[in-house]
């Protein structure tokens, strides 16, 4: 299994690896899996990472990248170039501003759903992000869509704030429960519990990539909100 490098080290942009297995996918493209990889792959509401991978100074687009019976698979476009081979030794490039974009919207949602949170008890059902803007969805029973705003202005100042992030892991028989705002609770087969914590603000367990402090993320902007009934408010943002 590919090593995720992305997990404890978000800002990793460049490095090598080696093909461990590439996959015919027609129209001049391949499925390529890495032994290691910084290519986040869609999932958990973040969408998936592009870049490129490099061998004798001919570049490979990397155009999606998703998880395929446990594997990171990366879906390469050749470019016209000779397909890349197992073993092969290539150059990875992330396209960082998109990644870095991505994780500002992360801490970002994490924050604001922080405060939702905390002022009115919603649980968090589902959510999108994206570079221009990002979903939340909540269920809540007294619904204020007035109040978003203030929650918004909240979530600004603690971003303002300047928290660090901190990545650590706990064990799968760890109560999470009392902290968890995912509606749905956590996958059933974790072995290992990844705990995403805004030092001072709020500790949740997360798969995605987060910049290493709130400040990094400047000011959020509520866009709109829509209620889809009870289990279904939605709260659209977007990064100042
Ligand atoms: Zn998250």
Not at 78 to 94: F, Y
Not at 131 to 157: C, G, T
Request: glycine share 8%; aromatic share 8%.
């Amino acid at each position: 299994m590919a090593e995720a490098l992305y997990l404890n080290d978000a800002y990793i942009k460049e490095w090598t690896a080696k093909i461990v297995s590439v996959n015919d996918a027609g129209n001049g493209r391949s499925f390529i899996v890495l032994d290691k990889t910084a290519f986040y792959p869609k999932g958990g509401g973040q969408p998936h990472d592009e870049g490129v991978l490099i061998k004798d100074c001919k570049e490979y687009q990397v155009i999606f990248t998703v998880k395929l019976s446990g594997e990171i698979s990366n879906e390469v476009d050749n470019n016209g170039n000779e397909p890349l081979k197992q073993n092969d030794i290539v150059q990875c490039k992330l396209n960082w501003e998109r990644r870095y974009r991505l994780m500002k919207m992360h801490t970002a949602c994490h924050v604001f759903a922080g405060v939702l949170h905390k002022e009115t008890g919603a649980m968090i059902t589902g959510n999108q992000l994206d570079i221009d803007q990002s979903r939340i969805d909540f269920s809540v029973e007294q619904y204020n869509p007035e109040k978003l705003i203030e929650y918004v202005n909240k979530a600004n100042v603690i971003l303002n704030e300047g928290h660090n992030n901190k990545i650590y892991y706990l064990d799968k028989n760890a109560d999470v429960d009392k902290f968890l705002r995912l509606a749905k609770g956590l996958p059933p087969n974790i072995t290992n519990i990844r705990i995403v914590e805004i030092e001072g603000f709020d500790a949740q367990p997360d798969g995605g990539t987060h910049v290493h402090n709130t400040k990094e993320v400047g000011r959020i902007m509520f866009q709109k909100s829509e209620n889809k009934g009870k289990n279904n408010r939605r709260v659209y943002l977007s990064l100042e």
